[in-house]
């Protein structure tokens, strides 16, 4: 079964969101109607194959390092800015 929440503003004045609403449409007739649906590999209980990250450069690495680095610093210097100006 399927619970969807549904806001309707145009039923009332005051717009509030429905608790829920149940499916009630009819069940799958047949396996090939709901593979149809979901696709084979919702039944097929195999695990999702899932690929390996490229592994990045050292030049990226540095990069990346150099910006949180920078970031860092920039903070710190915006929170020493305001303590500053608070006192």
């Known amino acids: 079964m399927v619970a969807k929440i549904r806001q309707s503003a145009t039923e009332s004045p005051n717009p509030k969101p ?3 609403e149940i499916d009630t ?3 799958f007739q ?3 109607d709901a593979v149809s649906l979901f696709g084979e590999g919702a039944f097929s209980g ?3 194959m899932i690929k390996k990250a490229k592994p990045y ?3 990226v ?3 990346f390092v150099l910006v949180c680095v920078l970031y860092h610093n ?3 210097l915006r ?3 305001c303590c500053i100006n608070i006192v």
């Open 18 to 20: 429905e608790v829920g």
């Open 25 to 27: 449409s009819a069940p």
């Open 30 to 32: 047949s396996v090939k």
């Open 46 to 48: 195999e695990k999702p």
């Open 57 to 59: 450069s050292a030049e």
């Open 61 to 63: 690495v540095v990069l």
């Open 74 to 76: 920039h903070v710190t």
């Open 79 to 81: 929170v020493a800015w």
